[in-house]
């Protein structure tokens, strides 16, 4: 906030431009739905909106990026992807991830038995939370839930060049290890009812047996998911397996790829069938976890350049990771491969 998002709002240029509390609800072209190709390319946008107190507006644009994020679409707990049968019967009961554990949400964790379920960084967080709470408040006790044998993304590893990330994982290591978190892996939840306690049971195989857990309450950190359905009027091209732009999903893809660099890229891995529309940011990732802010910053970057007809800045994209030095996926190879 204070070193980026401040100091832009307060150029003149940008400052006067933005619209708060405005939500877009959906994109289109001015005059045709996707189907109507004739005159397409100069037809401007039109994005719908609601504004603070209620009402709906329709502004035109010349171009637009969608960089919305993927944080209010949370993937299911389910393995398959698909939401769990019976989570309707413990609305309530599984939380969003990054609860406010120590501080607006404490309450709700406070003396119960939370699982947190999933392997990355938000689960990582949210677990060193809980286990301070658990310091302080008696009977709160935390078990973590993952999927996979091991938790990949949540390493050590003296190689992680961001040295605050690999802290992380070296802080639920040893929580893991003083048994102040109870971890619970290969675990495939199917299922979900209410255990008739006040809580909830996740029901579903460990190691090619029936399983069950109960809780008290559920985190839910198991990744994200880009919301499309503002979009559907808008013609993209997108990765069929990561829903990421076709031009980045190889980059990107955690199938092949096992950690969290990637090549650089801007405006023309971006691009769409649509002139002028892109994904940019986390949703550009699709359901990919290794969005660094980073490469957003240099993807708005070229974006801009683009839009503004520098072509040379706009082509000239420069963008150094850090090494992370811990893998994103099994891929099977034995050990010992993961790009940097």
């Known amino acids: 906030m204070d070193d980026y998002l401040e ?50 507006e329709e502004i035109p644009g010349r171009a637009v990026i969608d960089a919305s994020g993927t944080y209010t679409t949370p993937n299911p707990l389910a393995s398959t992807g698909l939401d769990p049968i019976g989570a309707d019967d413990v609305d309530g009961l599984v939380l969003h991830a990054l609860p406010d554990v120590l501080g607006a949400d ?11 379920v999933g392997a990355g960084h938000s689960a990582a ?76 049971r996740l029901v579903g195989r460990r190691r090619g047996e029936d399983a069950f857990l109960d809780a008290d309450v559920v ?43 990637v090549f650089p890229h801007g405006f023309a891995e971006l691009r769409h069938p649509e002139p002028g529309f892109f994904l940019a940011g986390m949703k550009s990732y699709g359901r990919a976890p290794t969005f660094l802010l980073a490469t957003g910053y240099e993807q708005v970057r070229s974006i801009t350049a683009w839009l503004d007809g520098d072509m040379p800045a706009a082509t000239e994209v420069q963008l150094t990771l850090p090494a992370t030095g811990v893998c994103s996926t099994d891929l099977g190879s034995g050990g010992g491969f993961c790009c940097s």
């Open 219 to 261: 985190v839910n950190a198991t990744g994200f998911r880009p919301d499309l359905s503002m979009l559907r009027e808008i013609r993209l091209e997108l990765d069929d397996v990561v829903e990421a732009p076709k031009r980045l999903a190889p980059l990107i893809d955690p199938n092949l790829h096992s950690c969290g660099t």
């Open 7 to 56: 100091p832009l709002v307060a150029l003149p240029e940008i400052g006067s431009r933005i619209r708060f509390g405005t939500r877009v609800v959906a994109v289109t072209r001015e005059g045709m739905d996707r189907t109507r190709t004739a005159g397409r390319a100069t037809a401007p946008f039109l994005l719908r909106v609601q504004t603070p107190n209620g009402t709906v």
């Open 125 to 200: 967080n949210t677990l060193i939370a809980l286990a301070e709470l658990a310091k302080a408040e008696p009977g709160t006790r935390v078990t973590w839930l993952i999927r996979n044998p091991s938790a990949i993304r949540v390493s050590s590893s003296p190689d992680d060049e961001l040295v605050d990330r690999a802290k992380l994982g070296s802080r639920v290591d040893q929580l893991v290890h003083t048994d102040q978190i109870v971890m619970v892996d290969s675990f495939e939840i199917s299922r979900l009812q209410p255990n008739g306690d006040g809580g909830v």
């Open 106 to 116: 404490r309450t709700r964790f406070t003396g119960k038995h939370t699982v947190v």
